[in-house]
């Protein structure tokens, strides 16, 4: 197998668009966002195509480097992290995002769309910085 930059480089293209709307979104106030259930369900499904993304980077780089296999998608991050693709520190940060989407994708509890739209917007960089530290190991 050989690793495909070009996938990667497509996926960080997508990410890097979605990243985008979420920071215009994020230009509106959280009352604005919270009472408006268009904008919930937008934030949430940026989320979701975000960390959808980033998973396929994951995977594809775990794939074609011929990484140790995971059994769980936050995994994917940690390996990542242990194989110098990603710091590993920040690995383990991005780690439990997979979790707050699978809560969002599957309703698994009750969402709570304030403290949701809270940490989407401290921790909305983050998603940038793994762009970068991504595109830094093609």
């Known amino acids: 197998m050989t690793f495909e930059r070009a996938f990667v480089a497509k996926k960080i293209n997508e990410l890097k668009g979605y990243i985008g709307e979420l920071?215009?979104?994020l230009r509106v106030p959280d009352d604005e966002i919270?009472?408006?259930?268009?904008?919930?369900?937008?934030?949430?499904?940026?989320?979701?195509?975000i960390v959808d993304s980033m998973i396929d980077i994951n995977q594809h780089y775990i794939r074609e480097q011929r990484l140790p296999?995971?059994?769980d998608y936050q995994s994917t991050f940690r390996v990542l992290g242990a194989h110098d693709i990603l710091p590993d520190d920040f690995a383990e940060k991005l780690a439990p995002v997979v979790g707050l989407r699978n809560i969002v994708v599957?309703?698994?509890e009750q969402l709570d769309k304030d403290l949701f739209i809270k940490l989407l917007r401290k921790n909305s960089d983050d998603f940038s910085r793994y762009c970068n530290e991504i595109v830094k190991k093609l």
């Open 69 to 71: 296999t995971v059994e």
């Open 23 to 25: 920071y215009d979104l």
């Open 106 to 108: 599957h309703r698994y």
């Open 34 to 49: 919270l009472h408006d259930s268009g904008k919930i369900h937008i934030a949430e499904r940026l989320l979701q195509l």
